[in-house]
C-alpha cells in the first residue's frame, strides 16, 4: 500500500509503513492544506446581483474555531452580519447573512482564531 504526498509531487509514492514511521518520529505532520477559515461560497470578481437582497456567505472551518467575518464596501464601510454561525468541530462550517446590498463593490475577509483566513474581492452588484 502506497500513500501519496502533494509535496512529494503526485507521481512519487512511499510506502505507508515509511509515511507512518516518519510521522511518528516528528518528521513531517499531515495537515490539510485548507487549514482556516475559506470561503467557499463565492469567489473574487463574481456578480452578486440577484443575491443583493439576501445576502449569505458560508465556507470551511478546520482545526479552530471561528475568528471573525468582516464585509466591507467601496467605500470601507464595514457592513456586520444580521446572524452567524459556526462549527468547528463537527461540520467544520460558517455561514453569515447580510443586509442587502446597495450598488457597488464589496471584500469579504474571514479568519479563525489564529489568523488563518481568506480574503475575497470584488463581489460586484450592479443598479
Known amino acids: 500500500m502506497t500513500t501519496r504526498f502533494a509535496w512529494l509531487r503526485s507521481h ?3 510506502s505507508l509503513s515509511i509515511a507512518i514511521a516518519a510521522i511518528a518520529l516528528g518528521l ?15 469567489a473574487s470578481y463574481q456578480v452578486i446581483t440577484s443575491e443583493a437582497d439576501n445576502f449569505i456567505a458560508y465556507g470551511d472551518l478546520f482545526d479552530y474555531a471561528f475568528g471573525y467575518i468582516q ?17 468547528s468541530v463537527v461540520l467544520e462550517w460558517w455561514v453569515a447573512t447580510f443586509p442587502p446590498l446597495a450598488p457597488g463593490f464589496y471584500s469579504l475577509h474571514v479568519e479563525d482564531i489564529n489568523g488563518d483566513g481568506q480574503t475575497i474581492v470584488y463581489l460586484i452588484v450592479t443598479g
Open 12 to 14: 512519487k509514492t512511499i
Open 28 to 42: 513531517f505532520t499531515p495537515k490539510d492544506a485548507n487549514a482556516g477559515a475559506t470561503i467557499t461560497s463565492h
Open 71 to 87: 464585509l466591507w464596501d467601496q467605500d470601507d464601510n464595514i457592513i456586520p452580519p444580521t446572524s452567524l454561525y459556526t462549527d
